[in-house]
């Protein structure tokens, strides 16, 4: 069974007024690169060429302007619409089409992920076809996110949505690994008191059948987000800080493209071609 990347980039932005009213949210810069990047760039770490990227109508033509098809990459992208924000787990159900048949690795745009261990942890996701994968994250404040709850062997035991008094403080970040079944799972939900498709549900439903496993991110692992211009200004200082003291960028695609393999020597080199205009064409340079 292949894997296939879910790159969630819809949503209408709103908490990020009025910087989206022209611009998908996921188009802002994290520091030196579009937002996008940095999910587009974990799913990558698995190994993962083809990425479905559901979005509202009126931004898809922004992405796609952004990432192109993936060939330049190795990679082959498609772009499926989401008319409405049903929720993360409708994304599953819009793009069925496209994922029929595949193991999905899901990841929101907004989320970003960095750390040594970061690879590993999505290559060990990703070795099991079967069942569901999810992360925990310990957190100070829980009532902000999705919450699972694990017993002494490590297994989940409930999963919560912004919980107002959690019985756990660890975080669900916005990374998942299902088998095939999920699309179908998707398409048996009934809506939250929200109004959405929920997430946790989809995990709910697997747990039930004790085909939820969740591992525990360690601290070698950095996860931010950029939901506000707070969080986004927080992304930015670490992305700066981090690129400053060692000299390496994190989530440049085209890098990480010719280290995985994805393109070829020649092919990196064409990137470079027409010669180093700013900074970050100048480090691309540096490494053909």
């Given at each position: 069974?292949?894997?296939?990347?879910?790159?969630?980039?819809?949503?209408?932005?709103s908490?990020?007024?009025?910087?989206?009213?022209?611009v998908?949210?996921?188009?802002?810069?994290?520091?030196?690169?579009?937002?996008?990047?940095?999910?587009?760039?974990?799913?990558?770490?698995?190994?993962?060429?083809d990425?479905?990227?559901?979005?509202?109508?009126?931004?898809?033509?922004?992405?796609?302007?952004?990432?192109?098809?993936?060939?330049?990459?190795?990679?082959?992208?498609?772009?499926?619409?989401?008319?409405?924000?049903?929720?993360?787990?409708?994304?599953?159900?819009?793009?069925?089409k496209?994922?029929?048949?595949?193991?999905?690795?899901?990841?929101?745009?907004?989320?970003?992920?960095h750390?040594?261990?970061?690879?590993?942890?999505?290559?060990?996701?990703?070795?099991?076809?079967?069942?569901?994968?999810?992360?925990?994250?310990?957190?100070?404040?829980?009532?902000a996110?999705?919450?699972?709850?694990?017993?002494?062997?490590?297994?989940?035991?409930?999963?919560?949505?912004?919980?107002?008094d959690?019985?756990?403080?660890?975080?669900?970040p916005?990374?998942?690994f299902y088998?095939?079944?999920?699309?179908?799972?998707a398409?048996?939900l009934?809506p939250?008191?929200?109004?959405?498709?929920?997430?946790?549900?989809?995990?709910?439903?697997?747990?039930?059948?004790?085909?939820?496993?969740?591992?525990?991110?360690?601290?070698?692992?950095?996860?931010?987000?950029?939901?506000?211009?707070e969080?986004?200004?927080?992304?930015?200082?670490?992305?700066?800080?981090?690129?400053?003291?060692?000299?390496?960028?994190?989530?440049?695609?085209?890098?990480?493209?010719?280290?995985?393999?994805?393109?070829d020597?020649?092919?990196?080199?064409?990137?470079?071609?027409?010669?180093?205009?700013?900074?970050?064409?100048?480090?691309?340079?540096?490494?053909?």
């Open positions: 069974m292949s894997w296939k990347g879910l790159l969630l980039a819809g949503g209408t932005g908490r990020l007024e009025p910087l989206t009213k022209a998908n949210k996921h188009l802002l810069p994290i520091y030196d690169k579009p937002m996008i990047y940095y999910p587009l760039t974990t799913l990558m770490l698995g190994g993962i060429k990425v479905v990227v559901v979005s509202s109508p009126d931004a898809l033509p922004q992405l796609e302007k952004c990432l192109g098809d993936g060939a330049t990459w190795g990679m082959h992208f498609e772009y499926v619409e989401q008319p409405e924000p049903r929720g993360i787990a409708d994304a599953f159900i819009v793009a069925e496209q994922l029929a048949g595949h193991s999905v690795a899901l990841i929101l745009g907004d989320n970003i992920f750390g040594s261990g970061l690879r590993l942890l999505v290559q060990e996701a990703m070795r099991d076809h079967s069942g569901a994968q999810i992360f925990g994250y310990g957190v100070t404040d829980p009532s996110f999705g919450v699972v709850e694990l017993d002494r062997e490590g297994k989940p035991v409930s999963l919560e949505e912004k919980p107002t959690s019985r756990s403080n660890l975080a669900v916005g990374l998942y088998d095939e079944k999920v699309c179908e799972i398409k048996a009934t939250s008191g929200r109004g959405e498709l929920e997430i946790t549900d989809v995990n709910r439903a697997y747990m039930s059948e004790r085909e939820l496993s969740v591992t525990e991110m360690g601290r070698g692992i950095a996860w931010l987000d950029g939901g506000t211009p969080s986004m200004f927080d992304a930015a200082q670490y992305v700066h800080v981090m690129q400053a003291r060692t000299g390496i960028r994190i989530a440049v695609p085209e890098e990480l493209a010719f280290h995985l393999g994805f393109i020597n020649t092919q990196f080199a064409r990137l470079t071609a027409s010669g180093p205009k700013t900074s970050y064409e100048r480090y691309l340079a540096s490494l053909a």
